[in-house]
């Protein structure tokens, strides 16, 4: 009888798992001039690697402020990663939504929503303290075109444009 020998290849079917999360601080005060929040995480993966992650907060607007994670420690497959997210002066004040998306090496995904994020132990929210948020938008006050008619017949023709913006306190 002739033996024969099966053999099957590993398939990495599974996301890289979020394994701690945390906040150098739980409030961010941007009132008297921009802050930047670290934050440090521990990210698995089973087979293919940790390739790719970022974390986003998101304000009570629809602002977001983040950054990708870049690895401090360890390896693709058990490593610490750190980001640092920058919250400019005058952004909009109150309890901002963190989410996070991680991606492995073979295209496995997740994304953790604040609400997961929560309820698996970690920090979901952050609080953003501004006394004096800017939350208008610049204004266009005026534009000019020069020169105002142009003949492409020829070729192609540059135009200036010549904006005047106001914006009442972040510029």
Do not use: H, K
């Not at 994670?69 to 693709?76: N, P």
């Amino acid at each position: 009888a002739a033996s024969q020998t099966l053999s099957m290849a590993q398939s990495d079917t599974t996301p890289p798992t979020l394994v701690t999360l945390s906040f150098s601080a739980a409030t961010v005060n941007v009132t008297a001039a921009a802050q930047n929040l670290t934050v440090n995480a521990t990210i698995t993966d089973d087979l293919s690697g940790f390739w790719y992650g970022c974390i986003t907060f998101t304000s009570p607007s629809g602002q977001t402020a983040g950054n990708c994670f870049a690895r401090i420690s360890g390896t693709a497959l058990n490593g610490g990663y750190q980001a640092t997210v920058a919250f400019p002066q005058f952004v909009e004040p109150g309890v901002w939504t963190a989410s996070v998306r991680l991606m492995d090496n073979a295209g496995n995904s997740i994304t953790l929503p604040s609400a997961t994020l929560v309820s698996d132990g970690f920090p979901g929210t952050l609080t953003v303290v501004d006394s004096t948020p800017d939350t208008t938008p610049p204004t266009l006050l005026g534009a000019s075109f020069s020169p105002s008619t142009i003949n492409t017949s020829a070729g192609p023709q540059t135009i200036t444009v010549s904006l005047q913006v106001a914006d009442s306190q972040s510029g």
